[in-house]
């Protein structure tokens, strides 16, 4: 049985899924960064622009959303001939109130990607007030399964409204559908009526994320025990799940240890994992992940692996157990957008087709819709991840305010010699010595053997250098000042 270990003490809430003590996701929710995806909004039109058939609107956070045209539910309305020639300027102006719903949190310079599309999620179906289409769970592999679903859905709305019927939905009746269709159309119908009257920007309706995530995560896994660290939240979660209608096999947990619940249960290691570049394989190989602003790169090393059998068994075999650990580690580190992934080369197609295997069935369970494009000629596999919230690393940590994010400083040689052309602009000032904090890596580098550069250079700008030790992660100097002996 899985578990689903939730730190809900203190301000950074924390949960993680473990299978036989292995951690398959992991998320964190700070209070400073919590997600707005899923909020309903009502914005004001801050600006459209033309030429990226766009708009901003300012929902009251700090960075204006974008908005599309395709994302507008009046120009959903237009013909197909219309909508090829559709201006945005012409469905909408400065100052306009919109109601709209966040699809992207804000990433980097970038504010909320938005859409005027509303959507309301609820067990079994996902409600459009103004999408104008049914559709059904691709997992329903029954094509008359489908268009049954399809025409109850016909049947179900009108005409400007829109139904998608989850996997969930196949297993229920029709009624228990209608009922909980009608519920989602009510809910929108307060929510329009609430922004009535209102001032934009306005939040109208903000998710509940964390809660959110459980509950999905309980829906694609058979069983799971739900093990808490704090007691009111645990009766929380009891009454979400319940109201959404899920229910555990077993009780919820109250962990009550003296230890942090993410200790007990070694998920604090593990995350320490995630963050760092290079991961080993239990068989001695590596992958190594590097993320960029554009896509992430991984890696596959065989490392010090080298395997019984022959060279080709070797590498599909490395492969097919990098491919299990990379769709782990793109879960957790919620990697989305390009990712390219250079295995170790492979001559055979067969072979090739059986990483790929390996790989879609390591992302069976991921919530996030992945499409592998395939290999290319330089046998790099191309494939995408849905984008909705920030990478881990992005989440959980900050540029390094020695290297400003690049993962480099500058060796203790090129800081001497940097020192050395500093001095020598120091040459035509009127003192004669010259204070320098810096670290030993540094002075060792700048005094040379026996200390004979410093005599030199002592000897060139005429002016005593004096060292003065300081203890830094990184090379380091600063002149401190210029005084007379």
């Known amino acids: ?235 929380e979660v009891q009454e979400y799940l319940y109201h959404n209608g899920v229910s555990l096999k077993e009780e919820i947990i109250h962990f009550q240890g003296h230890e942090n619940i993410f200790s007990h249960y070694r998920v604090e290691t593990q995350i320490e994992k995630a963050m760092k570049k290079v991961v080993w394989l239990d068989n001695g190989a590596t992958i190594v992940v590097e993320p960029t602003e554009a896509l992430t790169v991984i890696d596959v090393n065989t490392g010090k692996f080298t395997g019984k059998s022959d060279l080709s068994q070797t590498v599909l075999k490395t492969n097919q157990l990098a491919a299990k650990e990379i769709a782990r580690q793109l879960k957790i580190r919620n990697l989305s957008g390009i990712i390219l992934i250079d295995f170790i080369e492979m001559k055979s197609e067969e072979h090739q087709a059986e990483v790929v295997n390996a790989l879609k069935e390591g992302l069976k369970e991921d919530g996030k819709r992945t499409t592998i494009v395939g290999f290319t000629e330089l046998g790099i596999l191309q494939l995408t991840r849905k984008k909705t919230k920030q990478p881990l690393l992005e989440y959980i940590s900050c540029a390094c305010p020695a290297c400003s994010g690049c993962g480099m400083v500058q060796s203790p040689q090129s800081m001497a010699y940097k020192l050395e052309r500093e001095l020598y602009e120091l040459y035509p000032a009127d003192e004669d010595k010259v204070i320098i904090e810096a670290t030993e890596d540094v002075q060792k580098a700048f005094k040379g053997e026996s200390s004979n550069f410093l005599k030199e250079i002592e000897k060139a700008i005429n002016k005593k250098i004096e060292f003065q030790k300081v203890e830094e992660s990184h090379p380091y100097y600063k002149i401190k000042r210029l005084e007379n002996r």
Do not use: C
């Open 1 to 235: 049985m899985d578990k689903i270990i939730v730190n809900a003490m203190g301000r950074e809430k924390r949960w993680a899924r473990l299978r036989d003590g292995i951690m398959e996701s992991f998320h964190v929710y700070q209070p400073e960064k919590e997600s707005i995806v899923g909020n309903i909004y009502l914005g004001r039109v801050d600006k459209v622009e033309k030429g990226l058939n766009a708009a901003f609107i300012n929902i009251g956070v700090e960075k204006n959303g974008f908005l599309h045209i395709d994302d507008l539910p009046d120009y959903l309305a237009l013909d197909e001939k219309e909508r090829k020639n559709a201006e945005i300027s012409r469905l909408i102006h400065q100052g306009q109130k919109l109601l709209v719903q966040v699809k992207k949190d804000p990433a980097g310079t970038k504010g909320p990607r938005l859409t005027g599309m509303v959507e309301l999620k609820g067990n079994s179906i996902v409600y459009l007030p103004q999408g104008r289409y049914t559709a059904v769970s691709k997992k329903a592999s029954n094509e008359e399964q489908k268009k049954k679903w399809r025409r109850f859905g016909s049947r179900l709305k009108e005409e400007q409204e829109g139904i998608v019927f989850r996997t969930a939905a196949l297993k229920e009746t029709e009624a228990a559908i209608k009922s909980e269709f009608l519920e989602l159309r009510k809910q929108f119908q307060e929510i329009r009526t609430s922004s009535h009257g209102k001032k934009a920007p306005s939040l109208l309706r903000s998710q509940d994320i964390m809660k959110d995530d459980i509950l999905e995560e309980i829906k694609k896994i058979k069983e799971a025990e739900l093990i808490v660290d704090d007691f009111s939240w645990k009766s």
